[in-house]
């Protein structure tokens, strides 16, 4: 079965500063896909960043990189300089094998982060 | 601007009542989905849709009935038969065709509290 783990409920990072949250998951599928989404206080989850299990060089959207680590089944979202609107619920998520809407996808936890000024 | 479209956003229910959830795109999008969201935690899927008039229990189905008769429309009805029904409940959608990356669109979610 697949399995998406967070392990950190919550962190506090000076505004600024780099932060890096970590997703681990658990797969016997070749092919899948790993996103991110940030959930601010309004509820709404925003498409941040995705990684195919195919592809070779890690992720990059302008402050968001996902460091993409295979063999060791990780998938961590690192923030470049973090601002205070970086404040929110961060969900690490894994598409299935196939490329059908029938392969769903399944979420951790979460992370909480909070940005201090 | 396509989107996704949650009505209502605060819900109250009272126990032993039944409610429904709107969920409306104008993607075009084939998949819809419907997950459920308690304070502190991820999504669970409730049921999703791959097209008209087909749709498929999730891992918490029970005490939840949808409908797809069209294929802009997928809303939720939260049976008396749900013990804990107060949760935060999110539609997104999923376009069946190889793109990107094939993750989704969410849409603003709608807050149920039961009292």
């Known amino acids: 079965a697949q399995k998406i783990t967070q392990t950190q409920p919550g962190m506090f990072v000076q505004e600024k500063e780099a932060v890096t949250l970590d997703c681990t998951y658990d797969?016997?599928?070749?092919?899948?896909?790993l996103f991110w989404y940030k959930q601010p206080s309004s509820g709404e989850m925003i498409f941040l960043i995705y990684?195919?299990?195919?592809?070779?060089q890690n992720a990059t959207e302008g402050r968001y990189s996902l460091n993409f680590q295979k063999a060791r089944k990780s998938a961590n979202l690192v923030i470049s300089a973090s601002q205070l609107g970086d404040s929110a619920m961060y969900f690490c998520?894994?598409?299935?094998?196939?490329?059908?809407?029938?392969?769903?996808?399944?979420f951790g936890s979460g992370t909480r982060l909070s940005i201090r000024p | 601007d396509g989107g996704i479209t949650q009505s209502p956003k605060y819900l109250f229910r009272k126990e032993g009542q039944n409610v429904t959830l709107s969920c409306e795109q104008n993607?075009?999008?084939?998949?819809m989905y419907w997950y459920r969201q308690d304070p502190g935690q991820g999504l669970r899927l409730i049921y999703y849709?791959?097209?008209?008039?087909?749709?498929q229990k999730g891992d918490i189905a029970e005490g939840y009935s949808v409908s797809r008769e069209k294929k802009e429309s997928f809303p939720l009805t939260v049976t008396s038969a749900q013990k804990n029904p107060t949760a935060f409940y999110l539609c997104?959608?999923?376009?069946?065709?190889?793109?990107?990356?094939?993750?989704?669109?969410f849409g603003s979610g709608t807050r149920l509290t039961v009292v």
């Open positions: 993607l075009n999008h084939d998949a």
């Open positions: 998520a894994m598409r299935g094998p196939g490329y059908s809407s029938a392969s769903k996808i399944i």
């Open positions: 797969t016997s599928d070749q092919s899948y896909g």
């Open positions: 849709s791959q097209i008209v008039n087909d749709f």
């Open positions: 990684q195919g299990s195919y592809d070779e």
């Open positions: 997104a959608t999923r376009i069946d065709r190889v793109v990107d990356n094939y993750g989704y669109t």
